[in-house]
């Protein structure tokens, strides 16, 4: 009897031993949530990125927190945001209350990167979005601080910056038409997808255009995942536009790239096409997505940083292909996040907001990683300027900037004007 008695008190302190245990492992992780349409290729940037960040820091032995050392744990949750905003607040719901994460990276369509942002708040957790670029996203911040703080905009430059960019590059391949081919008011037509983050672009567009001397000849906006274009196409050809400023950030991308090279449009390409961003459009165009133009942040040979080309590299080595934008997840790690806590010695987002906020950092994407005010990425000369690429020949490089407000980076090349315009309007 008395030997049962002890082997069961044996049990019970085995038990409680156990039971004790496994929370004091799990408090030496630091569980990171990475939320984004994992079966597109933008939620597979967030992902691998997230993935890069995490094996290097744990290969050192994790983040220094105070006196011990911490790993980090990687959490995916697919959001699905492309389809369903349900979907993705399902999504981060469960990342908060199930997963019970510490931090957030990722997000990418606007209308559900709001809804997430909520959640986020509403759990006093950081959330450092990596994809989405409305404005109002940060002038949240502004407006309400104390609920706001957690958010911050690691990538892209917002909206209101990338269409000053866009506005830009239209400005240069004007000047290229008129110079090469003789076309003195230019023709525009505007091809966006149909997606909230894109209504301020074409305001702006609508605004500018005719002050740069140019024409616009239509609005046409497919939905996003479209299979086919050939009416746009049809529509734009019929109103001879000269020069088509897309904006793209899903599928559709593809489809519009392919057709176009199947009809031979004879205009000049400017603006975004997120699928144009990646290894795979020029087998996804069936190699007819040529002199297809987007705004861009990773192309091999060019590099913002010392760190750009060892993390393009690495990238490829681990994962086979260029990472798009929304890989600088591995920057919302490594840097913005994991400095700041080995910086402070906590994890504690009170005390690590007021660092984040304030800080510049060598980033693999830009020269320097800095946020204004409103926790949004400062844009301009030495921190995020983003490049500007085009498909020529079967190979995406880069023409922009080359020379932008003093701002160059090596690799550039010059724009190339589709050779079936120039067979239209040579003199």
């Known amino acids: 009897m008395k030997r049962s008695r002890f082997v069961l008190s044996v049990l019970v302190m085995a038990g409680l031993a156990l039971t004790i245990g496994f929370p004091a492992r799990a408090a030496d992780v630091i569980k990171v949530g990475v939320i984004g349409p994992m079966h597109f290729m933008q939620g597979k940037g967030h992902w691998d990125g997230a993935t890069l960040a995490a094996e290097e820091i744990n290969a050192r032995g994790g983040l220094q927190v105070g006196k011990k050392k911490m790993k980090v744990e990687l959490v995916k949750a697919d959001s699905n945001e492309f389809l ?12 908060m209350t199930k997963d019970k994460v510490n931090f957030v990276v ?84 505007i091809v966006a997808e149909k997606a909230v983050w894109i209504d301020p ?17 239509g609005i046409w906006r497919p939905s996003a995942t479209a299979t086919d274009v050939t009416a746009e196409l049809t529509a734009v050809q019929r109103a001879d536009a000269q020069i088509i400023f897309t904006i793209f950030s899903a599928s559709v991308g593809i489809t519009f790239a392919r057709q176009a090279g199947e009809l031979e449009i004879p205009a000049a390409f400017v603006g975004i096409n997120v699928e144009s961003q990646k290894d795979g459009f020029w087998s996804a165009t069936q190699g007819k997505g040529n002199y297809a133009v987007s705004m861009n942040t990773f192309c091999r040979g060019v590099a913002f940083s010392d760190l750009t080309e060892p993390f393009i590299e690495k990238y490829i080595k681990r994962f086979g292909e260029l990472p798009t934008y929304t890989a600088i997840t591995y920057d919302a790690i490594r840097s913005n996040l994991g400095m700041a806590i080995e910086e402070t010695g906590t994890l504690d987002a009170g005390k690590l907001i007021p660092v984040i906020a304030k800080s510049e950092r060598v980033s693999v994407g830009a020269p320097k990683s800095k946020f204004d005010k409103n926790h949004d990425l400062v844009f301009g000369p030495g921190f995020s300027t983003g490049i500007t690429t085009q498909w020529q020949d079967g190979k995406m490089v880069a023409w922009w900037p080359n020379g932008w407000e003093g701002v160059t980076y090596k690799g550039m090349v010059p724009y190339k004007v589709p050779p079936w315009m120039v067979k239209k309007y040579k003199r």
């Not at 911040?141 to 960019?165: A, I, M």
Request: proline share 3%; hydrophobic share 40%.
């Open 106 to 189: 990722g997000g990418f369509r606007t209308e559900a990167v709001f809804a997430m942002q909520d959640i986020a708040m509403d759990y006093k957790k950081i959330f450092l979005g990596c994809g989405a670029a409305h404005p109002e996203l940060c002038t949240r911040v502004g407006k309400d601080y104390e609920r706001y703080k957690y958010w911050f905009r690691v990538t892209p430059t917002n909206s209101n910056y990338l269409v000053r960019v866009c506005l830009i590059n239209l400005a240069t391949v004007n000047g290229i038409l008129k110079k090469e081919l003789g076309i003195e008011k230019a023709k525009v037509a």
């Open 84 to 95: 369903s905003v349900t979907d993705a607040t399902s999504a981060m719901e469960r990342l």
């Open 201 to 217: 672009m074409i305001k702006a567009i609508e605004d500018n255009v005719p002050k740069m001397g140019m024409e616009i000849v």
